[in-house]
Nanobody, 116 residues
Framework: VQLQASGGGLVQAGGSLRLSCAASRVIFSTNTIAWYRQAPGEQRAMVASISSGGGSTNYADSVKGRFTISRDNAKNTLYLQMNSLKPEDTAVYYC??????????WGQGTLVTVSS
């Protein structure tokens, strides 16, 4: 699999979800990897990124303190723990290399819907 996100669903505001992304080794092994999201009518934007070794993370201001990104290099899997979800977090979530996502294209995303 190239890039395949999973774990989305419908949750009430204030709830939590944990997303996973399985990536091919060629993408995962040496790249900074990020979660991106695209809400209806909006451009895709980076939500959180993590360095290849996992020692450095970066978050969009809108999710700081609520979301936590992590990676398991042995499993080529990326995670996003999302807490205190808000309706504005509703989007399709994707994973990809950061910032050079264009090298790999976009795989399957996962829909997160937060109800108020």
């Amino acid at each position: 699999v190239q890039l395949q996100a999973s774990g989305g669903g419908l949750v009430q505001a204030g709830g939590s979800l944990r997303l996973s992304c399985a990536a091919s080794r060629v993408i995962f092994s040496t790249n900074t990897i990020a979660w991106y999201r695209q809400a209806p009518g909006e451009q895709r934007a980076m939500v959180a990124s993590i360095s290849s070794g996992g020692g450095s993370t970066n978050y969009a201001d809108s999710v700081k303190g609520r979301f936590t990104i992590s990676r398991d290099n042995a499993k080529n899997t990326l995670y996003l723990q999302m807490n205190s979800l808000k309706p504005e977090d509703t989007a399709v979530y994707y994973c990809n290399a950061y910032p050079h996502y264009w090298q790999y294209g976009w795989g399957q995303g996962t829909l997160v819907t937060v109800s108020s």
